[in-house]
């Protein structure tokens, strides 16, 4: 099974400013690796599919990179809507696998 | 617009079962594989089950195999989980979730829409 680690764990910025996450896998998934968005109390939300697409009505803020075992999620400058918990996502080898998490709150 | 619907969630006995349902709308539900993920309380996230989009195959976690049945009704535009033996650690926030569409084998195994989730406690 792949496992992914998310850091940092938790990353406190502010509104306008820059985000930059990272997901690490155990081992390539080439460029099959997903982010997903989750607020309290509501589900996930497809963010970033196969790397570096944006899903239906991703705002362009959000931008993904990398491909084998390193990958990055960008939000170029967060509105007050962001702040929320991010997972990566591992489709290349089954079972699918999600990373811990990375909570983005408020500084 | 997609929409994702699921029911049957609640509190059951070590031991016992319960049946989760989804009922999507919004597309062509007969078209796409469907998936069961789960959440722990204030854990991450955990794939549990996949089915395409006729039934003819399915997938399990192997923390639930032999225990849960992921089925379909395609007339009723309805996804289900059967789940038997339940155990403490079963005990999570259960999404329905679509296939991400266009893979190569005709599974992605990422989810584009979730619905908004069902709670199951296994507890005495």
């Known amino acids: ?107 | 617009q997609v929409q994702l619907v699921e029911s049957g969630g609640g509190v059951v006995q070590p031991g016992g079962s319960l049946r989760l349902s989804c009922a999507a709308s919004g597309f062509t539900f007969s078209s796409y594989g469907m998936h069961w993920v789960r959440q722990a309380p204030g854990k991450g996230l955990e794939w549990v089950a996949f089915i395409r989009y006729d039934g003819s195959n399915k997938y399990y976690a192997d923390s639930v195999k032999g225990r849960f049945t992921i089925s379909r009704d395609n007339s009723k535009n309805t996804l289900y989980l059967q789940m038997n033996s339940l155990r403490a650690e079963d005990t999570a926030v259960y999404y329905c979730a679509k296939d991400l569409p266009n893979c190569t084998g005709g599974v992605c195994y990422s989810f584009d829409y979730w619905g908004q989730g069902t709670l199951v406690t296994v507890s005495s």
Do not use: H, M
């Open chain 1, 1 to 107: 099974e792949i496992v992914l680690t998310q850091s940092p764990a938790t990353l406190s910025l502010s509104p306008g400013e820059r985000a930059t996450l990272s997901c690490r896998a155990s081992q390539s998934v080439s460029s099959y690796l997903a982010w997903y968005q989750q607020k309290p109390g509501q589900a996930p939300r497809l963010l970033i599919y196969d790397a570096s697409n944006r899903a239906t009505g991703i705002p362009a803020r959000f931008s993904g990179s990398g491909s084998g075992t390193d990958f990055t999620l960008t939000i170029s400058s967060l509105e007050p809507e962001d702040f929320a918990v991010y997972y990566c996502q591992q489709r290349s080898n089954w079972p699918p696998t999600f990373g811990p998490g990375t909570k983005v709150d408020i500084k």
